[in-house]
């Protein structure tokens, strides 16, 4: 199906989700519900623009979409809805942005579980309808909107607070709902939308009278039922409230660790392991819960990361060992680097291969070089570490001034002695020596002894 366009619908408020946030920036698994929307969105070939409808706290939920769009490498765009009217209303004021004569998909952006396998089926079912959209039996129906059949064939969807049991039937017996997925051609939106009346309980808008002046007008309108993997309530009717969230992020993770472990990646403790959808972890790399893998990380075969890890937008390469209780955030781990326990590595900090970061050290935009170790109470920041450095415990780089940050260079296979503070801006060369406790506020040259310190003073106790 060509010239698919998508449109998101993020512009209502979600009051039943108690938050300061929007309801669709609400997340699960450390990313939210709209960028797991646009994301599945992203992963379909059909799909040829994503349009996000803002509304209220516009201007966050737009920001939230870009940084979607960016790191999925997709076309996106935001529509401003300035007054939320209705779903009817939402489709309104996407239209003069949706061009040609294709389709387009409505889709809700507090859908979070909805798969890729799911709408493509929708997709498949719907080809050449008018108008299409994709429904679900219930049990209970609960204030869903309803779909009517007679025999067998879609008359209408009505909203549940309109829902007339004189015309309809009871309101208990009536089981199909409708999930807000829809697929619409631009033609007959173009045709029908100037027919939508107000006139309502709601005072509203509502995309589902498309289906009754679909029918009136003599088009192909289409109700189709989810079936298969993925047809879930939690999936298709969106999340509402913190008990839904909790639900549906625990859905999510099940979901994650099965692909996880049927890719072949070895999962320890595997109910506390929990990886976004947006991280790679390569097969033959090994994960032990607790522990969380968020944004956009990549662990590669052969990676160990041990319990009580958090690691957001990290890449560890093959023959890392991750210790227990590391947080790494924006920063890089090469081969054979073996990180903690308990290291703290900050954004812009590059490990490289065979060196060793311990226990309390923490390093931000920091370049620890081949081979080198800090292996216990040290800081780095802003600093450039050649290969086969050792670094005493105590060691820190004073980078800031309480106005500017500089950096401070150490050379190759420099040894700095316990207690040492660089005062940057400053240089030690190639194979220098530090002496324990020294203060460094000049450069060391390269091969050279350097002691900041004052002499010793032995004298008499007083009794």
């Known amino acids: 199906m060509n010239g698919t366009d998508a449109l998101i619908l993020a512009a209502g408020k979600g009051t039943r989700m108690p938050s300061p ?28 623009n994503v349009f996000t409808l803002v509304g209220n706290e516009a201007d966050m939920v737009s920001a939230e979409a870009e940084r979607a769009a960016q790191r999925l490498n997709i076309s996106a765009a935001c529509i401003r809805q300035e007054r939320q009217l209705g779903t009817g209303h939402a489709l309104m004021t996407a239209m003069p942005h949706l061009e040609g004569d294709g389709h387009v998909l409505v889709v809700n952006g507090d859908a979070p579980l909805l798969t890729e396998g799911v709408l493509n089926r929708f997709l498949d079912a719907a080809e050449g309808a008018d108008v299409a959209f994709l429904s679900l039996v219930l049990d209970d129906a609960a204030s869903y909107g309803r779909v009517v059949r007679e025999q067998g064939k879609v008359k209408a969807i009505v909203e549940a607070r309109d829902f007339d049991p004189a015309l309809y039937g009871p309101l208990e017996e009536a089981h199909e709902v409708n999930t807000g997925i829809y697929l619409i051609s631009l033609p007959a939106a173009r045709r029908l939308l100037p027919l939508l009346s107000c006139d309502n309980k709601g005072g509203e808008y509502y995309i589902t009278d498309l289906v009754s002046l679909g029918l009136a007008a003599g ?74 893998i968020c944004g956009d990380s990549v662990i590669q075969s052969g990676a160990l990361i041990l319990s009580h890890c958090i690691l957001r937008d990290a890449v560890i390469e093959g023959s890392v060992t991750v210790r227990e209780f590391c947080h790494i955030e924006k920063a890089e781990v090469r081969k054979g680097a073996i990180i903690g326990p308990y290291a703290r590595l900050r954004p812009q900090a590059l490990v490289d291969e065979d060196a060793h970061v311990g226990n309390f050290v923490e390093l931000k935009k920091t370049h620890l070089g081949k081979g080198s170790k800090a292996n216990h109470l040290t800081y780095l920041g802003d600093a450039e570490v050649g290969p086969g450095v050792n670094f005493g415990a105590g060691t820190i780089t004073c980078n800031y001034d309480g106005k500017n940050k500089f950096r401070t260079v150490i050379g190759e296979g420099c040894f700095i002695g316990s207690n040492t503070a660089f005062v940057a801006p400053v240089s030690v060369g190639d194979g220098a020596l530090v002496g324990a406790g020294s203060v460094i506020v000049e450069d060391v040259p390269a091969g050279k002894l350097a002691l900041g310190r004052g002499r010793q003073v032995i004298k008499e106790r007083k009794k």
């Open 21 to 48: 946030r929007p309801k669709v920036l609400q997340t699960l698994l450390g990313e939210t519900m709209l960028t797991l929307v646009t994301a599945t969105l992203a992963a379909m070939p059909r799909v040829r």
């Open 219 to 292: 088009m192909d309108v289409r109700g189709i039922q989810a079936e298969g993997a993925g047809c879930e309530k939690t999936a298709l009717l969106g999340v509402n409230t913190p008990a839904e969230l909790a639900v549906a992020e625990d859905i999510l993770k099940k979901r994650r660790n099965a692909e996880l472990l049927a890719s072949g990646v070895i999962l320890h403790a595997e109910e506390s392991v929990r990886v976004s959808p947006l991280s790679r972890v390569e097969r033959g790399s090994e994960l032990f819960g607790p522990c969380e």
